[in-house]
């Protein structure tokens, strides 16, 4: 069972510590403490996936090319990606994390969230921390895999948390970060924090309240709710509550829809929307051979953008009546690239996909065949987090304006926060 709503929850977010190289040490121990990264090769333009900590201490990071990482760390060792075998040791990961609670939302390869307000409290000896305690522990005696984990009472704070924790380590071992922020102290524990830390606050926004001058969380908070929903709307609206350490979004167990997409990443970012919008078009027709194929109709189309900074938006509609049609995924489809993408800035992925999936019925004889219209509709999370080289894109930004903050107000400033250390164990 979720937990009733108005209810105070405990939610853990666990995220595993450099994961691909954490599979890769286990593999090979003697890449154990040495600088590497998992990825393609610099002579084919490949990325880091994910780098050992001792490598970051040299400055590299996820998503960065490889030629460039091996520059700043020129003992660099690279270690081809696997990815299904990281599949299979992640679903060990989460069989065991739903041997705690089946209530669970897999956010990524590596990360989740477990509401455990059922288990704590109420007379016995568990609290959201000993719990966390358990999983990190079961997570290294079991699987020899090292997490990190944020608790609190809501998703938003929780994964901030973990993010905190992480980024106050720099030993060039693994974080093994543990952060509890107790209920009731969710805003003084976000206050000191960048507001780039929200989720939903990407470069663009942080640039818009830079000139705000706002740029703590704590600066967002007391900021006129009022005001910022008259400048940024709906999202003004969730920004305000963010602020304050408010987020109702619930642990969704699993993805009820399953969902068909296809997505373009780009050689070179676009800002010609006849580029992207022939691309939609290709996508749209995709997608409803896909549909046809299966026998299937959809109710939900949705559009994913990702900047060139990587950070992603998304807008869905929900069409008035299911359709496996090629013209009425482009129109629903067009409509909200229109929405979205507004100022020309560079794209760098375009996808377009559909959820809500039935079989298809036959078509009775006075059934109409009209295209059904779309009713565009705001979804609620206005930037979807899915990519890893994303959040450590996130987590990057996170440390550096960390370092800054620690830099110009020492170190307290940065510990700041209701349970401000973290456990190593
Ligand atoms: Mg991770």
């Not at 987590?395 to 370092?403: G, P, V």
Request: glycine share 8%; aromatic share 4%; with cysteine.
């Amino acid at each position: 069972m979720a937990s009733p709503p108005g209810a105070t929850r405990t939610i853990i977010h666990v995220d595993l510590d450099a994961f691909y190289c954490a599979v890769e040490e286990k593999r090979d121990p003697s890449l154990r403490g040495t600088a590497f990264a998992v990825g393609g090769r610099a002579d084919e333009r490949g990325v880091v996936a994910s780098c050992s900590y001792a490598a970051r201490r040299s400055g590299v990071r996820s998503a960065m090319a490889m030629g460039m990482a091996q520059r700043l760390c020129p003992h660099l060792i690279v270690v081809p990606t696997r990815h299904s075998h990281y599949r299979a040791v992640s679903g060990g990961v989460m069989a065991l994390l739903r041997s705690i609670t089946p209530q669970l939302e897999q956010l990524s390869i590596d990360e989740a969230f477990l509401d455990v307000t059922e288990l704590v409290g109420d007379g016995n000896e568990v609290t959201g921390r000993s719990l966390a305690l358990e999983i990190q522990r079961r997570v290294w005696d079991e699987l020899e895999l090292s997490c990190s984990l944020g608790v609190a009472s809501n998703k938003m704070v929780a994964k901030i948390a973990t993010d905190c924790g992480k980024a106050t380590v720099s030993t060039g071992q693994s974080p093994r970060a543990l952060c509890v922020v107790e209920a009731g102290t969710e805003a003084d524990f976000l206050a000191p924090l960048p507001v780039s830390a929200l989720w939903g606050v990407g470069p663009k926004l942080e640039a818009k309240l830079k000139e705000l001058r706002i740029e703590t969380i704590g600066d967002l908070a007391h900021w006129d709710e009022r005001d910022l929903a008259h400048r940024f709307g709906k999202h003004g609206v969730d920004l305000a509550k963010h602020a304050r350490g408010i987020d109702r979004r619930e642990v969704v167990t699993e993805r009820e829809t399953k969902s068909i997409s296809s997505e373009t990443t780009f050689l070179q970012d676009v800002s010609e929307w006849e580029t992207l919008h022939a691309t939609l078009l290709e996508q749209a027709q995709s997608v409803s051979f896909q549909l046809k194929k299966q026998k299937l109709q959809a109710s939900t189309v949705k559009l994913k953008i990702r900047w060139s900074d990587f950070s992603f938006s998304t807008r869905q509609t929900t069409l008035l009546s299911s359709t496996d049609a090629a013209p009425a995924i482009e129109a629903a489809a067009t409509t909200l690239l229109s929405k979205l993408w507004i100022g020309g800035e560079p794209v760098r992925l375009l996808g377009v996909g559909v959820s809500g999936l039935s079989l298809v019925r036959q078509l009775g004889l006075f059934d109409s065949v009209d295209e059904p219209e779309a009713v565009p509709e705001e979804i609620e999370e206005p930037e979807e987090i899915e990519l890893d080289s994303y959040m450590d894109e996130r987590r990057q930004r996170l440390q550096e304006t960390l370092s800054l903050l620690e830099a110009r107000f020492g170190s307290a400033m940065v510990h700041l926060g209701a349970h401000p250390k973290h456990e190593s164990h």
